[in-house]
């Protein structure tokens, strides 16, 4: 386990944007993956965002277009943009470090999405 500490949630209109930072207290270069996902209310943990150590993204379709992964090594931190929000995007968002079969989750952030 490798804590992850996620900034940069928030209230924000729709249409608006935000960018989430999730820091590893160590390097990122072990991990085999990087990612976001959220839980919304009433719904499981969902995948939002997946960066792979070879360098590959994957999001759903109901991001893909809208948010962007990405990485910074020198910093041990990962972003996910979040541009055009939407109401439906309103849930926790946490960070994920994958290490073959070991799984590090951050504590969660809150981001909320106005009408």
């Known amino acids: 386990q490798v804590p992850l500490v996620e900034s940069g949630g928030g209230l924000v209109q729709a249409g608006g944007s935000l960018r989430l930072s999730c820091a590893a207290s160590g390097s990122i270069f072990s991990f085999t993956a990087m990612g976001w996902y959220r839980q919304r209310p009433g719904k499981r943990r969902e995948l939002v965002a997946l960066?792979?150590?070879?360098?590959?993204?994957t999001y759903p379709d109901s991001v893909r277009g809208r948010f962007t992964i990405s990485k910074d090594k020198a910093k041990n931190t990962i972003y996910l943009q979040m541009n055009s929000l939407k109401p439906e995007d309103t849930a926790v968002y946490y960070c994920?470090?994958?290490?073959?079969?070991?799984?590090?989750w951050g504590q969660g952030i809150q981001v909320t999405v106005s009408s």
């Open positions: 994920n470090a994958q290490s073959g079969s070991d799984h590090s």
């Open positions: 960066a792979f150590s070879s360098g590959g993204t």
